[in-house]
């Protein structure tokens, strides 16, 4: 019952559930008792202190086992309905205890109530873009409506784990538990540094690091862009990417520089572009009045870093989002923030 009560407590801290816990416990607490008694007594008789070290040494093999056979079912954080509702459901069946009567049924609506909020975690009915606050870098997932697909388009990267710190906490707490495809536009650590982390301690099906003509994911078109030209310098061998959602368009170019964006604009002006990933960070070294001449986005996302070393973005390129009418979202200002869509419609929440 103690476990019972904890678990909205627990779900709502880490999103999610360790599976033996429940299993565990009546396993251990014979050996735990026995463990406090070895330490009475070995304080009277030395006899007792071989017995309480092979204790000690045999409960960490215990744990270090335990730990690597568990196995959590990821839910998401709950939100409030479903906390009322599970400590209504679990006080009435304190209630029924104590009045000695079976509480099978209150059980089984526990567990049916556990059950659809996973499913109404996974099985959303609309799909979302979310820029994702990782400092002075990029990352962006794309979540497919009805689990159609979780794709994450670069990992950011910075000084400390922001894979275990930051994207897979996120991750969980919307109920997502496994990512289906991973793009890294380039090699940069801003862009790349985070995915051995992320591979480490998530699951991931697919990663995708250099070209591809197209590919379709779920409801998600993707066409990559590609120049004939050959650059030396790693931000302009990112991959250029068209991702056409059934409410709107992205263009994602990495950090590709003008020179880039001159060689592909006419492959570009074909495009019909509804948002655009600004390149560099808001560098002035991209995001050129020849790119802005060839598409025309209404939307403008930038992953930067509150107080940069850089000054991205600079006002350069600022001042020509704004001269093109432009709604720009900034994570170093906006924090993470989502567009989400419903079939043809989409709504901005910052």
């Known amino acids: 019952m103690i476990y019972l009560s904890s678990i909205p407590i627990v779900l709502y801290m880490n999103f999610q559930i360790p599976l033996i816990t429940v299993f565990v416990s009546y396993f251990l607490t014979p050996f735990i008792e026995i463990f406090y008694i070895l330490c009475f007594t070995s304080l009277f008789l030395s006899i007792c202190d071989w017995m309480l070290q092979y204790c000690v040494t045999m409960f960490q093999c215990i744990l270090n086992f335990l730990g690597d056979i568990n196995q959590f079912l990821i839910l998401a954080k709950p939100n409030l309905s479903f906390i009322v509702l599970f400590y209504i459901i679990f006080f009435y069946m304190l209630y029924l205890r104590g009045l000695r009567k079976p509480i099978h049924r209150q059980i089984c609506l526990l567990l049916s109530l556990i059950l659809s909020f ?97 590919r379709e994911i779920g409801c998600m078109k993707v066409t990559m862009i590609q120049s004939n030209q050959v650059y030396t310098d790693t931000n302009d061998t990112s991959l250029v990417m068209y991702v056409e959602l059934p409410a709107f368009n992205i263009l994602f170019t990495g950090d590709a520089s003008s020179t880039v964006e001159e060689d592909i604009a006419d492959q570009l002006s074909l495009l019909d572009v509804d948002i655009l990933k600004v390149s560099h960070h808001g560098s002035s070294t991209a995001t050129s009045t020849t790119l802005l001449s060839a598409i025309h986005p209404s939307i403008a996302m930038i992953g930067v870093g509150k107080n940069n070393l850089y000054g991205h973005p600079t006002d350069e390129v600022i001042n020509r989002l704004e001269r093109k009418g432009m709604t720009i979202l900034r994570t170093d200002e906006d924090g993470m923030f989502h567009i989400r869509f419903y079939g043809e419609d989409y709504y901005i929440f910052r």
């Not at 979540?143 to 784990?161: A, E, F, K, S, W």
């Not at 707490?173 to 289906?180: A, F, Q, V």
């Open 118 to 214: 996973s499913i109404y975690s996974q099985y959303k009915i609309y799909g979302e873009v979310t820029m994702i606050d990782v400092g002075q870098g990029d990352c962006t997932l794309i979540r497919l409506p009805m689990n159609q697909g979780n794709i994450l388009i670069d990992t950011g990267g910075v000084d400390y784990d922001i894979a275990t710190q930051v994207t897979i906490p996120y991750l969980k707490s919307i109920g997502i538990h496994k990512l289906d495809y991973v793009y890294i536009s380039h090699s940069d650590y801003d862009h790349s540094g985070a995915l051995e982390s992320l591979q480490e301690n998530f699951t991931i099906d697919h990663v995708i690091d250099s070209y591809e003509a197209y």
